[in-house]
T-cell receptor, first 110, second 115 residues
Framework: KQEVTQIPAALSVPEGENLVLNCSFTDSAIYNLQWFRQDPGKGLTSLLLIQSSQREQTSGRLNASLDKSSGRSTLYIAASQPGDSATYLCAVNTGNQFYFGTGTSLTVIP | EADIYQTPRYLVIGTGKKITLECSQTMGHDKMYWYQQDPGMELHLIHYSYGVNSTEKGDLSSESTVSRIRTEHFPLTLESARPSHTSQYLC??????????????FGPGTRLTVL
């Protein structure tokens, strides 16, 4: 069974810093990987989706990379802002199902 | 505007009550999912559907049932709610048109508390 791990579980940074969130998965047979943002008590908002054949995807200040062979993905956030404070989740798609990590709780301090 | 909706957003009920959590999407997606999420924990898939009249159980054992009579509607029912059902329930959908771009979209969630 696919297992997804996110490190660190929590991260606190001052405003303006660049940061990297990590996601690892145990089975490299994936179709794609999706990064989400979740605000407290809310649903998930899709940030980026990387297909298994891609190495990275960019959207604004966000850049996600994928190394399928090593089972790793990173989400890079440039010039962090207080509004970026949320929990960030990664999910891998094995075809029939998505498997989620427990997330990284990010706090950006003004 | 294409979107995915869940009602109610919050629900507090007594043990033994029957409840239905509603989920509707306007994107014409074939695949729909129900997840359960406890605070600080990962999402667990409890049910999914690949289209009308198709329903499957996910990895997490659940006492709930689902139906898919219309493409846009995927309700989840608990026949007799118990305190152990207290959780957040998230509905999601995605396309299955054969393209490689199959992003999953989520509703806002229903936070259920069973007393």
């Amino acid at each position: 069974k696919q297992e997804v791990t996110q490190i660190p579980a929590a991260l606190s940074v001052p405003e303006g810093e660049n940061l990297v969130l990590n996601c690892s998965f145990t089975d490299s047979a994936i179709y794609n990987l999706q990064w989400f943002r979740q605000d407290p008590g809310k649903g998930l908002t899709s940030l980026l989706l990387i297909q298994s054949s891609q190495r990275e995807q960019t959207s604004g200040r966000l850049n996600a990379s994928l190394d399928k062979s090593s089972g790793r993905s990173t989400l890079y956030i440039a010039a962090s802002q207080p509004g970026d404070s949320a929990t960030y989740l990664c999910a891998v798609n094995t075809g029939n199902q998505f498997y989620f990590g427990t997330g990284t709780s990010l706090t950006v301090i003004p | 505007e294409a979107d995915i909706y869940q009602t109610p957003r919050y629900l507090v009920i007594g043990t033994g009550k029957k409840i239905t959590l509603e989920c509707s999407q306007t994107m014409g997606h074939d695949k729909m999912y129900w997840y359960q999420q406890d605070p600080g924990m990962e999402l667990h898939l409890i049910h999914y559907s690949y289209g009308v009249n198709s329903t499957e159980k996910g990895d997490l054992s659940s006492e709930s049932t689902v139906s898919r009579i219309r493409t846009e509607h995927f309700p989840l029912t608990l026949e007799s709610a118990r305190p152990s059902h207290t959780s957040q329930y998230l509905c999601a959908s995605r396309t299955s048109d054969g393209s490689s771009y199959n992003e999953q979209f989520f509703g806002p969630g229903t936070r259920l508390t069973v007393l």
